[in-house]
C-alpha cells in the first residue's frame, strides 16, 4: 500500500431515474456516499461528498484521485449494492504507483462503468516525461 492519501469522490445529487430533487439526502447519490461513509475504510482513503461531477447521463457516479496519480470517473453504480465493490477498486487504485489499474485486475463494473480518466496535475505529469 502507498502512503499517499487516496480519497473517493462521490457525487451526492446523482438521482437515477425518476427520483424526486427533494429532499437531496433521499437522491442515489447520497445513498452510495452514506453507504461508503458506513464501511470501515484503511485510513489511507478519504470519502469526500461532492455536489456534482457532472455526469447525469451515467448516475450514480464516483472518482477517485490522489497526488501525483491519473484520476478516474466511474458511472452506473446502484447505491445500495456498490460499496464493496467501489472500496476493492479503490484499493486497487491505490496500490498502483500511478493510479492506473491493470484492465485485468478491475471489478467489472469498475470496467463498464469508467467514465474518464484525466492525467495528474502538471508537476507530476512534467517529472514523468522527463
Partial sequence: MTSVRTTIHVCTTCRLGDEPLE???AR???????ELSQRRVH???EIIPVECLSVCKRPVTIGFSAPGKWSYIYGDFPP???AETILA???LY???PDGLIPWRERPDA???????????ALPYAREAAE
Fill in 28 to 34: 442515489s447519490g447520497a445513498r452510495l456516499y452514506r
Fill in 43 to 45: 485510513e489511507g482513503f
Fill in 89 to 91: 477498486a479503490a484499493q
Fill in 80 to 82: 445500495e449494492r456498490s
Fill in 23 to 25: 429532499p437531496k439526502e
Fill in 94 to 96: 491505490a496500490d498502483a
Fill in 110 to 120: 469498475i470496467k463498464r462503468g469508467v467514465v474518464a480518466r484525466v492525467p495528474p
